[in-house]
């Protein structure tokens, strides 16, 4: 898809496939991992609406004026979070794709909150990473049933994968740093500089 061609993509292979190797032996799984993962995989997750603020005040004045309305919360809260949220889910009204507490992905506050609300509840002001935030519970969505020790071996598997893909970026990084290379194609040569600021 990306228009390697045959050898280029078998080279791609080959290479990435070494560099697992090389750290694979550093890569190691504690327990706390795996329940994270399974957490996240098949327990109860949440669909909530959010509005971000930037400042404390604003964010009470807002769950002030939705609190005081008497019709459709989900509707008027979507509506706030089109006209004021600067979270980049505004433009679906604040929807997020459903969300697990114990996915690091989302500020701690804002995590447990969810695992508080009810259906059609808002939360109270929330410090988040950029702002201020406030959740609305749509919809709590129960867990898929699968047990740990049934799903332990794949997410085994998965964990080990994510962690090994970060370290393979982060020796490519060192690996670049060290190097004397000079492209002489243009593109590559923009490609490598590109890549040795963003390790910095």
């Not at 008497?70 to 600067?86: G, I, Q, V």
């Not at 071996?153 to 060290?178: C, I, K, S, T």
């Amino acid at each position: 898809s990306r228009g390697l061609g045959e050898q280029r993509f078998a080279s791609l292979l080959k290479r990435n496939a070494g560099m697992r190797k090389i750290v694979a032996p550093e890569v190691g799984i504690n327990d706390d991992e795996l329940h994270q993962a399974y957490e996240m995989r098949h327990d109860e997750r949440y669909r909530v609406r959010v509005i971000l603020v930037s400042s404390q005040s604003d964010a009470t004045r807002i769950r002030e004026q939705l609190l005081s309305a008497t019709d459709n919360l989900s509707a008027r809260f979507a509506d706030e979070a089109m006209k004021s949220s600067t979270d980049s889910s505004a433009i679906r009204g604040g929807m997020l794709e459903p969300l697990s507490a114990a996915d690091p992905l989302y500020p701690a506050a804002i995590r447990a909150a969810a695992r508080t609300l009810e259906v059609g509840q808002i939360s109270p002001v929330l410090g988040a990473d950029r702002g201020f935030a406030l959740l609305l519970m749509e919809q709590r969505l129960p867990g898929d049933g699968v047990s740990f020790e049934a799903s332990a071996a794949e997410l085994r598997e998965e964990v080990r994968a994510r962690r090994e893909r970060v370290a393979m970026d982060d020796l490519a990084r060192r690996m670049l740093r060290g190097s004397q290379i000079r492209a002489m194609d243009r593109s590559l040569d923009w490609g490598l500089k590109s890549a040795a600021v963003g390790s910095k």
